[in-house]
């Protein structure tokens, strides 16, 4: 049994539609109770355990403020990765005793809940918990990966030679560049007959003295 409970709502139904207003509204310099009741405009008591989740998985810290998986998971290019990684570290020890949670059925994954809390699949706690997970998880995509800044740097880097590379191919060029000479000894046949000396030294100058 562990100490601590997995992250949930107490109204998990809720969950999807905090998530997508979140993904409307601004982001707030703290995300509060006020800031989820006045500019969410959910004020009931039940949801105001979205704040505790949030900061659970990652979404807030200890003091309310928005983290970079908050912000990534606004938007769009980045929401599937981002809630991964947050369900990852909010459900931390569900995925070290299962790495793939995410693709247990929710009669297997209410099973590993029970286990987990000590409590019976019937409680509501294992099911706000249950619930918490599954509804999140809709936004979720564990199999996503995304192209980070520092990858489109070496992306760039590597397309895009320096002028020192450049510099430096040039130069490995020149060392390896060869010259060659090379040396005709021709047998003249014995004649006094200019036309075939003209012959032969005319076909020499179109064959060989070209280059």
Known sequence: MSKTLPPYMTSPGT????????????????FNYDFLGTK????????????????????????????????????????????????????SEIFTRNE???ELSRKDFTKLISEITGSPHDNSTVK?????????????????????KESKEETKTTKSPTPKNIENSQQIQKKFDLGLNYTINLVLPKTDDPAIFDAIFKSLKENLLNE
């Open 15 to 30: 969950l999807p539609k905090i998530l997508n207003k979140i993904c409307d509204a601004s982001v707030p310099e703290t």
């Open 40 to 91: 969410l405009g959910f004020k009931g008591g039940n949801q105001k355990s979205f704040v505790s989740w949030a900061k659970k998985v990652g979404f807030l810290t200890t003091d309310g403020k928005p983290t970079q998986i908050y912000k990534n998971f606004r938007n769009p290019a980045f929401r599937k990765a981002a809630m991964a990684n947050a369900l990852k570290h909010g459900y």
């Open 100 to 102: 793939y949670a995410h």
């Open 128 to 148: 706000n918990i249950v619930s918490s997970f599954f509804n999140s998880k809709e936004f979720a995509d564990f199999e996503v990966k995304t192209i980070t």
